[in-house]
């Protein structure tokens, strides 16, 4: 449940992150015009260091400019080759950007994409020339595949090349502009081969889609779009020949990571709506590039670590960007980002902190836990309300059987599957030191309440106790909220009770009240760690009081005004009652729930969410009978009633919304007017 929240909570932060980045241009650091976010344990975008700092824009190679560049590749031997497609040639330099050669001039008609292998291989996409070009080393045209003479590759499917990437045995993966199948596979065996697609998209259609082309006929939906999967748009491999795709409009499978069998092996907890590149880092981590300039960093699980940079509004301010088509990360760890409509390659470095937390994920993702916990201490330095490394700690410190610290660093994180683990450890060995105590103890009350048993025959000894306990019961206020009991159990005859034999006050129906709301407030913000929706610190009890108060008066009141109108039977003083006695399964389950949501773990978490399921539903039947009860209805009117409380309570929340704005427009009539006559006086 705690993680269909987050997920909630991330994706609609997501969605608003490029409002809330390109509204706020202020500089957080001397040298970055953008601000630098990270997702803390709740799921929610908060701020955080600058990870990256522009560090150089390349606008020339040697004395040349680029035209519409749509691609390009750093190599392991320090050179660069940038697909420029305005001029339709590949163009190679150095680190430093100083011009080695060009080539594909008489070749090229319109190149999208390009990559490059170990030893110098050139690969190109060509869209127009529906080919992919290879050049050797030298800039030489050594081969050309056009498109797959296959059956599987469907004869009327055009080959429209736009990205390609090639692992270690030669094998090319191509995505074609609009071939909706997936991405494109060609062996370079026997003069290309094609091997079948890979990584196909998944369809989605809603409930409702799937009903309305049911009831289209089969003209309509001729006409109709049909359902088929998005194409990729761009993708990067890594060492191990796994493939990284990104695809827009795919929510949280935005960002892929394939294996052999095509299979998506990662799961991020944020995306990009717009994606245009993706790139993989040299710690496990992947780089995804959205068009418009955000750039995104990932660990090896899809956990974002950082979002920074952003659109240029035309200052041309360094580190922001137009329109990104490719982004690489070089051996120093620095992210190049290739923008088109600027034509040129911006560079951003890693700060100090950015840095110790690449060493961590580097070492925590190789298992060497230990060892991982000095970079980490290095940067809660810096940050300790940086939630991944505190999440990391932590789970270094189980690697190392330390539980009670890494308790510490998993509340620190919102880290709840690294608190369950620790928190199982611990539990795990107490249990095995109290063991035998607990049998012996639990041994012992049951003799002791033996013993007492039969001296209390013999003497009595308990005869004192009883009447005390008897005379509190008597007491009439104590009887009305016992009463409770009886309701629980006999719904019928303790509608009966309250409505024509007075077993309850507006007293004690008010004490049960404020022992609810008690119980409310100290189950919100102190169950056990697992089990706890707000934030750490963030306490709001007027608030709840409030909204429990009111919610429970406009309830009783809408059930009121409906069942006076149609007929019902039953006085206000009985309604309220009612209401609040159906609520006992609260009072006596509640203790319970919350003793339990402090010695579970994940794993056990079903027993508090059954046992909450149990009481609410318990509650629901109490209303319905009190209902049906208090004022004499069949199960069918029941029904109805219960529906125009509904319907009434929205009317009254929207007749309440309508007076706030118009009383909130009065206000500042008057207080615009009052402001004028001041200045009046004052002039």
Not at 119 to 138: L, P, Q
Not at 552 to 581: A, P, R
Not at 635 to 645: G, N, R, S, V
């Amino acid at each position: 449940m705690k993680k269909g929240m987050r997920k909630l909570f991330v994706s609609l932060a997501a969605l608003l992150l490029v409002v809330g980045i390109a509204a706020n241009t202020m500089e957080v650091d001397a040298k970055a015009p953008y601000r630098t976010y990270t997702i803390d344990g709740y799921g929610l975008i908060t701020e955080t260091q600058t990870a990256y700092l522009p560090y150089q824009t390349i606008t020339k190679i040697g004395d040349e400019l680029l035209s519409g560049p749509t691609d390009f590749c750093l190599t392991n031997d320090g050179y660069m080759y940038i697909l420029d497609s305005g001029n339709k040639r590949v163009v190679v330099s150095d680190m430093e950007a100083n011009m080695v050669m060009t080539f594909g001039q008489d070749v090229l008609v319109n190149p999208r994409g390009l990559y490059v292998t170990g030893d110098g291989t050139c690969y190109v996409a060509d869209r127009d020339a529906r080919s992919i070009f290879v050049f050797d080393k030298e800039g030489t045209l050594i081969n050309t595949y056009g498109k797959p003479n296959h059956p599987l590759y469907g004869e009327t499917q055009d080959f429209l090349p736009q990205k390609i990437v090639v692992n270690e045995s030669g094998t090319m993966y191509i995505i074609c502009e609009s071939n909706t199948n997936g991405i494109v596979q060609i062996s370079p065996v026997d003069g290309g081969t094609f091997l079948g697609y890979f990584g196909t998209n998944a369809t989605n259609a809603s409930l409702w889609d799937i009903v309305w082309r049911m009831l289209q006929t089969d003209a309509q939906r001729a006409k109709s779009q049909g359902n088929i999967p998005a194409t990729p748009d761009n993708m990067a491999i890594d060492e191990k020949g796994l493939i990284y795709s990104v695809t827009r409009g795919e929510k949280y499978d935005t960002l892929k990571r394939l294996n052999i069998a095509g299979v998506n092996m990662i799961q991020a907890d944020a995306y990009e709506e717009v994606p245009a590149a993706v790139a993989v880092g040299n710690h496990d981590n992947v780089f995804v590039a959205s068009s418009q300039g955000y750039i995104y960093e990932y660990n090896n699980e899809g956990e974002m670590l950082f979002v920074f940079g952003g659109s240029d509004d035309g200052q041309q301010r360094i580190g922001l960007s137009t329109k990104v088509e490719a982004i690489q990360v070089d051996s120093e760890n620095r992210i190049y980002v290739l923008d088109s409509d600027k034509a040129q390659i911006q560079i951003y470095e890693p700060t100090e902190f950015t840095n110790y937390l690449h060493e961590a994920l580097y070492l925590f993702s190789k298992g060497r836990y230990t060892e991982s916990k000095v970079p980490l201490q290095e940067v809660l330095k810096m940050n300790n309300l940086f939630d991944y490394a505190n999440m990391a700690m932590g789970r270094a410190l189980i690697q190392e059987e330390n539980y009670e610290e890494a308790i510490k660093y998993a509340k620190l994180a919102k880290d709840f599957d690294g608190y369950s683990d620790a928190f199982w450890e611990i539990r795990n060995e107490w249990l095995k030191d109290n063991l035998v105590t607990i049998i012996l103890l639990i041994i012992g009350l049951w003799v002791l309440k033996k013993v007492v048993n039969v001296l209390d025959k013999k003497k009595g000894i308990l005869n004192g106790p009883r009447k005390v306990l008897a005379k509190i019961g008597s007491v009439k206020l104590i009887k009305e909220m016992r009463y409770m009991f009886y309701f629980m159990r006999h719904p019928i005859d303790g509608c009966y009770g309250i409505k024509k034999e007075g077993k309850v006050s507006l007293l004690s129906a008010n004490l049960l009240l404020t022992i609810g709301i008690i119980f409310f407030v100290i189950n919100k913000y102190f169950c056990g760690f697992l089990l706890k929706l707000p934030r750490e610190g963030e306490y709001d009890v007027a608030s709840d009081i409030g909204i429990i108060i009111i919610a429970l008066l406009v309830v009783v009141l809408c059930n009121y005004l409906m069942c006076t109108i149609n007929d019902g039977e039953g006085k206000i003083k009985h309604i309220y009652c009612s209401f609040i006695y159906s609520f006992a399964p609260y009072l006596v389950f509640m203790p319970f729930i919350f003793a339990i949501s402090h010695v579970v773990t994940y794993n056990e978490v079903f027993f508090v969410e059954f046992a909450t399921l149990f009481m609410t539903i318990w509650i629901a039947l109490l209303v319905f009978i009190s209902i049906r009860e208090i004022n004499n209805y069949t199960i069918k009117e029941t029904f109805w009633i219960i529906f125009l409380t509904i319907f009434t309570i929205l009317i009254a929340l929207l007749l309440a919304f309508i007076i706030y704005v118009l009383w909130s427009q009065v206000f500042d009539f008057i207080q615009a007017l009052f402001g004028e006559v001041v200045y009046k006086i004052g002039s």
